[in-house]
């Protein structure tokens, strides 16, 4: 009888233990089929984010078509070229106390520049810089500029008597405005469309310079604006101010465009009188999108953004929107292949939670671990004990991302470089060609901005590359504007008399 009790116990022991094992089997299998599609949906992502130097030549070659087309008329060309109405540069020879306004995203600063002339150089740099409430963003045109204009005034008010100007002259203001606005003058444009987030209809149509200075009538303010720029017109008059081979300055923040110094009988859309200079600068806005590598995730972004089909080049390569598209494709891997367990982590589903600046730690991460992976996978999207291969994973998606845009990019910069002729050698020219960059994007995303130079670079082969450099412009936006309106203020020709 016991014989028989002791088989019985270690059959039902034995059955227990296939039932386990066929259990860890499953599971196996099943964890294995979730990872095959997850690297399944990864190498379908890179494979469609591919940039080969081929295709980068074709997306520079497409640009400079699309920069001749919309020079020659308005509205001829996919790709928005604006005159900006600058034709002098600063030369350094500039002397006194200049503003600059500079709205260019989410925050705008203010900046007082006392400028020391020749032999002075810049004397004084003093700025504050204001975060807009998101409520505003897509409010009224009276309430953002009444905003700032109240924030301007109350930077002014704190200044000491040594700022103080003599009477009957006004202060004069540079406005870096970094949307797209179609120029009328050196100091008047309309607002063509908002980017980046804004969406305010009353303000389209309207002269962005008239607007700012009814609202600092309305708080008493008696200045006025010399110079309106956008953030890479303002750039490249810093960068201009520094190194006087400036002949490019491109913007890779939230939002990404460029301006360059091109020959004022290239624009045959010009028609006022030729510059003294023979130069006019002009601005070039990421609105096309031919030859683009762009994935599901990228139509399905635009589609929902506040300006479908447009600028989506910039989609692409700017800050805005690199950490969307990542999130998108893992939100695609959690939803499909399970990639962080059975329940799809809810947070991954709110559209732009994951920022350029955390996806850019994230890639950046060289501990062995990727313990900020992990911290940052957890604080943002409350994703709780991923595991290495997870966040190795991760680290991959970022990079494939990053990669697309700063090759892209390094692409744009090539079209302008073969537009104006410095895409080869030329006999005596000893003069390098400088490209001021500046925005956030390109200053703090280091595996970014270190693969846009790498590959501009390869792009250009070694001789050439050799006679362009690539400085970064700190700050040039706000010193730029104050600089323009130095160089453009009435009463700098009545005291050269």
């Not at 350094?92 to 002075?120: H, I, P, S």
């Not at 109240?150 to 103080?164: C, S, V």
């Not at 465009?257 to 028609?271: D, G, L, R, T």
């Not at 589609?303 to 598209?325: A, D, H, R, V, W």
Request: include cysteine; charged fraction near 25%.
């Amino acid at each position: 009888m016991e014989k028989k009790v002791v088989v019985a116990v270690v059959c039902v022991a034995a059955v227990a233990g296939a039932v386990a094992a066929a259990a860890v089997v499953k599971r196996k299998m099943k964890m294995d089929r979730r990872w095959a599609k997850a690297m399944e949906i990864v190498k379908e992502m890179q494979e469609k984010c591919g940039t080969p130097i081929g295709k980068l030549k074709q997306v520079a070659d497409a640009m400079v078509v699309e920069m001749h087309a919309g020079l020659a008329s308005e509205g001829g060309s996919k790709l928005k070229m604006l005159i900006s109405y600058v034709d002098n540069l600063p030369t350094g020879d500039e002397k006194g106390l200049f503003y600059a306004l500079d709205l260019g995203g989410t925050n705008f600063r203010v900046l007082r520049v006392q400028l020391g002339g020749k032999d002075g150089g810049l004397v004084n740099q003093e700025f504050t810089e204001v975060s807009i409430p998101p409520n505003l963003m897509i409010g009224t045109s009276d309430a953002l500029f009444d905003y700032i204009a109240a924030e301007l005034a109350k930077f002014i008010a704190q200044e000491g008597q040594e700022f103080e100007l003599p009477p009957g002259k006004q202060r004069e203001l540079g406005f870096t405005f970094s949307f797209p606005v179609m120029q009328t003058s050196i100091a008047s444009g309309t607002l063509v469309r908002w980017t980046k987030g804004f969406s305010i209809d009353d303000a389209v149509g309207l002269d962005v310079v008239e607007e700012l200075t009814k609202a600092m009538k309305r708080q008493g303010l008696d200045m006025r604006v010399s110079a309106l720029v956008n953030d890479t017109v303002g750039t490249l008059a810093g960068g201009k101010y520094s190194y006087k081979g400036v002949a490019v300055a491109v913007i890779l923040g939230t939002g990404s465009n460029a301006a360059y110094v091109e020959s004022a009988q290239a624009i045959p859309k010009w028609h006022g009188d030729l510059p003294k200079s023979g130069e006019m600068v002009g601005k070039v806005y990421c609105s096309w999108s031919s030859h683009l590598p762009l994935t599901e995730y990228d139509h399905a972004m635009d589609n929902e953004s506040l300006n479908p089909g447009e600028q989506i080049f910039e989609k692409l390569i700017s800050g805005m929107y690199l950490g969307e598209i990542v999130r998108r494709v893992l939100l695609k891997m959690a939803e499909e292949a399970a990639f962080f367990g059975d329940i799809v982590p809810p947070k991954l589903k709110t559209p732009f939670i994951l920022r350029t600046p955390d996806m850019s730690a994230m890639h950046n991460d060289t501990s062995s671990d990727l313990i900020l992976v992990e911290k940052k996978l957890k604080d943002i999207l409350e994703i709780c004990n991923t595991s290495l291969q997870a966040r190795k994973v991760v680290v991959e998606l970022c990079n494939i991302v990053a990669t697309r845009g700063s090759r892209l990019a390094a692409a744009g910069i090539l079209g302008i470089l073969k537009k104006i002729g410095k895409d080869t050698v030329k006999d005596g020219d000893e003069q390098k060609t400088v490209i001021a960059m500046d925005g956030g994007l390109f200053e703090h995303y280091s595996e970014y901005s270190k693969c846009l130079e790498h590959t501009l670079d390869e792009l250009l082969g070694e001789e050439v590359s050799k006679t362009i450099s690539i400085e970064h412009a700190s700050d040039g936006s706000g010193l730029g504007a104050a600089l323009l309106a130095a160089s453009h203020s009435p009463y700098l020709e009545v005291e050269n008399c």
